[in-house]
């Protein structure tokens, strides 16, 4: 059984305050059963403000609704006087804090009319089975194995871990209930069935709150990352989004800076990781980028400028992390043929095995050796542009002849088949049938939000683009100050 727990001070103070409140005189005055009732409503009222917080700001998943569900009805049946000292949040910063969960979890058991459980907690101890503390229980062996026996999510069972602890419910010798700490996310509840058992998994929600960091890049984007708390995998996060408009590793100048809001996932209080870049700027000589995340009904998420187009290139410029552009596009002198040729496409030199990505999305129209091209793969992406890349030493084993790319999933591996001097990759780049110059084409950019995802697309950022204003504005105001 679950005890109401002594008030948490912030309650105290908080009901002081209101209480002691010079606004408040009459209710000062007032008989003491009366300025109960005042106070109760105050924390009824605050109890609906928090399971509102609760609802809205966790990624509310069943088990939540649920919590927050009977935190309303353990409201109504009980009369909350300030004698019956629930222990109830206040404010609650950004989501759910412990109180809140261990009030909602508090509500919970007391809507439940069932005799109290005298739960027997064990320990798993260095050497422990599951076997000895069962029998350390008094529950026959015979129980341990219809136990095993009951499905793939009692295999965990054999893999626990000293620390780890485990809850009995048992009566006159027979396991009524077993639960178990998976990890700080998941519990496995066991419970009798019949003759045999069964089990679910409950996961709890992690806490998303909005953190927001700006920076101004003095010597580079991590250290300036670094300086505004940001951790490298936001930096690379960041840097990707804005990678189509800006080259990281050359256009950077001193004096370029950032904006952006991102998510941070927390349980109970404490950060585990960060999230998603929700929006961002960036200003890179002088030129602003947005881009705004959104994730439409399909559940498929990208990045957006504020009036719907698509961050991402159709087309990824460089197909290769290569050591140096052997060769570009144009009149050149062929090494092999030793007279003067066309170049139809740009060669990067890179090592043998360098992974080839796919320039962009979409279908595999050959795959196989192509004379002096040696082995190759030719993609059609839709029906206007293709891509070829040759000289490679490997395909990627699982690629056929009609099959479907992603852009950059490795295709291939550098090599120098064919009539090739050294290990490169050589790259076409072809609009209607025509060779371009894949260094300078011009790149189609990707799909903007589709029509019928527009109306939502505006409503659901506008918040987001109303937060960049402010936040860019108050870093100006800031940057002009210290200048
Ligand atoms: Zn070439």
């Known amino acids: 059984m679950i005890h109401t727990k002594p008030p948490k001070t912030v309650m105290q103070r908080d009901f002081k305050s209101l209480l002691d409140n010079a ?40 088990d939540a609704n649920r919590s927050t569900g009977n935190a309303d009805s353990a409201l109504l049946e009980n009369d909350l006087s300030i004698e019956t000292r629930i222990t109830l949040p206040l404010t609650l910063p950004g989501g759910a804090s412990d109180e809140a969960i261990e009030a909602t979890f508090a509500a919970e058991s007391a809507a439940v009319t069932k005799p109290a459980i005298d739960w027997q907690v064990e320990t798993v101890r260095s050497g422990d089975s599951l076997a000895r503390i069962f029998s350390r229980l008094g529950i026959s062996p015979q ?19 000293p620390g780890q602890t485990l809850k009995f419910d048992v009566q006159d010798g027979e396991l009524q209930q077993l639960v178990v700490e998976i990890d700080r996310l998941n519990t496995l509840h066991i419970q009798r069935e019949g003759e045999g058992f069964g089990t679910h998994t409950t996961t709890r929600e992690l806490e998303t709150r909005v953190a927001n960091a700006s920076g101004k890049i003095s010597s580079s984007l991590f250290l300036a990352g670094m300086d505004a708390g940001l951790s490298d995998n936001l930096v690379m996060e960041l840097a990707g989004i804005f990678g189509w408009d800006v080259d990281f590793a050359l256009d950077i100048r001193e004096g370029d800076h950032f904006t952006l809001l991102y998510e941070e996932k927390y349980l109970d209080g404490e950060k585990l990781r960060d999230g ?109 542009y293709s891509t070829l890349y040759a000289h490679m030493s490997n395909y990627n084993r699982k690629l056929r002849r009609g099959a479907r790319v992603k852009q950059g999933q490795t295709i291939g591996y550098v090599g120098t088949t064919g009539r090739s001097t050294g290990p490169h990759l050589h790259y076409e780049f072809r609009v209607n049938g025509v060779h371009r110059n894949p260094l300078t084409v011009k790149l189609p950019t990707a799909a903007p939000i589709q029509a019928k995802y527009r109306a939502d697309f505006l409503t659901k950022t506008r918040v987001l683009v109303s937060q960049l204003d402010m936040l860019t504005a108050t870093t100006v105001a800031a940057n002009e100050h210290t200048e």
């Open 23 to 62: 606004a408040y005189p009459a209710l000062k005055r007032k008989r003491p059963r009366q300025r109960a009732r005042w106070a109760g409503l105050a924390a009824g009222l605050t109890l609906f403000a928090a399971a509102g917080l609760l609802f809205t700001d966790t990624d509310a998943d069943a």
């Open 143 to 161: 129980q341990l194995d219809r136990l095993m026996r009951t499905g793939e999510d009692t295999a965990m069972l054999k893999r626990i871990m």
């Open 276 to 384: 998603d870049i929700l929006a961002a700027e960036f200003t890179n000589r002088g030129k602003t980028y947005r881009a705004l995340r959104y994730t439409n009904a399909g559940g498929r998420s990208d990045y957006y400028t504020p009036d719907g187009k698509s961050m991402r290139k159709a087309f990824i410029r460089t197909p290769v992390d290569f050591t140096r552009i052997s060769s570009r596009f144009g009149k050149r002198y062929h090494p092999t043929l030793k007279k003067r040729k066309n170049h139809h496409g740009v060669d990067y030199a890179a090592p043998r095995g360098t992974p080839i990505k796919a320039a962009g999305d979409g279908k595999i129209v050959h795959i196989g050796r192509k004379g002096g091209y040696g082995k190759t793969i030719i993609i059609q992406h839709g029906g206007k």
